[in-house]
């Protein structure tokens, strides 16, 4: 007998889904052919493959935790009794993790089930653009299994299931995305941003090659000037297009209804009430449990020294944002960006409190762990996504915020970090030519606010790249191809070399002799 490790994701049929991601030890008796399986429907099959990217991609619990809890920009703190979960979030923060970490097993095997979902589509005749937009969805799902863990398992199409799994490993993964990206892009649709689109693959493309250095060596990564041009030519056909423009406010890009008004958006991920992912975790998880009409889970926190690069005009730092179908803040409180210092119930603008009576005062003082009489108190909230209100009050799970994946202003910040490493700077839109016209573009308009930059570094634009995309799943990312994410901050000492790369789970390393398990583990 052969045993083997399957994974599957959620989708919208059972051949390749099931209600949520999991993985079966299965024992085959045999193999089918290819003639003895049944056909599937490649639209449907294709939705599924779409759909299995909202539970690892979207909420707070996958992608989120491991690319945004490793870094200076949230904290999960204990507060007493709330929040502990057997010590997950604290190993995050402090890079104490091991491969039977929850958080690091099961992201990966979300994501090595888009990648099943997505390579299994190919044998059952897809039309040339459902090829290719599954084909871009594996290669996005490789992306992240690249950064995160530095190992990817997959199989060709039609591949035997008792067979174990094969693995690419750092720049030979790498040079498979490029490859594929560049062979599917003509045959992807123009849009819309909910779809796998060329633009989306242009950009994606941009992350590999300014990320081609990192792949190579994390802890001491060189960017090749080819590599740096090549994310300059990208970010110049995406602005030239003229498809993308700064929304008139920052949040706009996220709102409920920012399929119509994310002018910015050039990949996301469509949610609609009844059928959405989880991205309203990222309000529900920081609301306080009597905030309303949220009534959320008290959670994460942002650290001080985040909210502390924004300037106080820095509209992205907080604002008052009106929206569709949300109460009448009466008070015209802040209600997207980082909430600090005394709440109010957004309806009848009535201070709130903590459930022992005290005042709800938000406070920039957050320890990993906290044991004191305000500590459900402690800490700055951050809330990118403005609350859909007309879903919460339907009860459920919904939300109709798109889940933003790629925008402009990282095309942008991207191009000015490539001509920072050694590109050849070109002029593009109404940006600028130089990596500071283009920083300061985006920082100086309207819905942003902030001041105009007199110089720009590689340590200054890493700040700028905090400030611009908290809260979108790019800090480690961004972290370690600068080489800070290692460093000693608050509550967590010096990292050691092996945290750049997550470990291989336990359970997948144990089955598959292919597989050799990241060093230091």
């Known amino acids: 007998m052969n045993y083997t490790k399957i ?3 959620a989708g919208a049929l059972a051949l390749l889904q099931m209600a949520s991601s999991c993985e079966l030890d299965e024992t085959l008796q045999g193999q089918l052919s290819l003639n003895q399986i049944p056909k599937g429907d490649p639209a449907a099959l294709l939705q599924g493959v779409y759909n299995a990217q909202r539970d690892p991609i979207q909420g707070h619990v996958s992608v989120f935790a491991l690319q945004e809890v490793s870094t200076d920009s949230r904290i999960m703190p204990t507060r007493g009794p709330d929040w502990d979960d057997n010590g997950k979030w604290r190993a995050l923060y402090n890079h104490t993790w091991d491969p039977n970490n929850e958080r690091v097993r099961d992201t990966f095997n979300q994501l090595e089930g888009i990648i099943f979902a997505s390579t299994d589509l190919l044998r059952f005749d897809p039309s040339v653009q459902q090829q290719a937009e599954s084909r871009f969805l594996r290669a996005w799902a490789t992306f992240l299994l690249l950064d995160l863990y530095d190992q990817v398992l997959y199989r060709e199409p039609g591949g035997a299931l008792n067979e174990l799994a094969k693995v690419r490993k750092g720049s030979e993964a790498l040079d498979f995305i490029v490859s594929e990206l560049n062979a599917i892009q003509k045959d992807l649709p123009d849009g819309p941003a909910g779809r796998a689109n060329k633009d989306a693959a242009r950009v994606l493309l941009m992350k590999c090659y300014l990320n081609r250095g990192v792949y190579a060596n994390r802890q001491a990564p060189t960017f090749a000037p080819a590599d740096m041009n090549q994310v300059i030519t990208l970010a110049d056909q995406i602005i030239n297009s003229n498809k993308y423009s700064f929304t008139p406010n920052y949040f706009d890009n996220f709102a409920p209804n920012n399929t119509a008004i994310g002018l910015e958006n050039i990949f996301t991920q469509p949610n609609t009430f009844g059928n959405a992912g989880p991205t309203r975790d990222l309000w529900k998880f920081v609301s306080h449990y009597n905030m309303r009409p949220v009534d959320g889970y008290n959670g994460p926190a942002v650290p001080a020294s985040l909210y502390d690069l924004f300037e106080a005009n820095d509209k992205r730092r907080g604002q008052v944002y009106d929206i569709p ?50 500590l459900e108190a402690k800490g700055i909230r951050p809330i990118k996504y403005p609350v859909d209100y007309v879903s919460e009050g339907k009860g459920g799970n919904g939300c109709e915020n798109d889940h933003v994946t790629f925008r402009l202003a990282d095309v942008l910040l991207m191009k000015a970090e490539a001509i920072l490493r050694g590109g050849t700077a070109t002029s593009a839109g109404s940006y600028g030519s130089t990596a500071l016209a283009i920083v300061n573009s985006l920082r100086t308009h309207p819905s942003r606010g902030a001041s105009a930059l007199p110089s720009l570094n590689l340590d200054i634009l890493l700040d700028e790249r905090g400030r611009e995309l908290y809260s979108e799943s790019w800090r480690r990312n961004d972290m370690i191809r600068f080489g800070k994410f290692l460093a000693a901050r608050k509550d967590k000492p010096q990292s050691d070399p092996k945290y750049l790369i997550y470990p291989i789970p336990k359970s997948q390393a144990d089955v598959n002799s292919n597989i050799t398990q990241n060093p230091g583990y």
């Open 325 to 374: 179908g949300g109460p009448a803040n009466p008070g015209r409180r802040i209600n997207v960006g980082f909430l600090i210092g005394q709440q109010y119930n957004l309806i009848t603008d009535a201070p709130l409190t903590t459930r022992g009576g005290a005042p709800l005062v938000f406070t920039k003082d957050i320890n990993l762990s906290e044991t004191g009489p305000d």
């Open 7 to 9: 994974v599957c994701a």
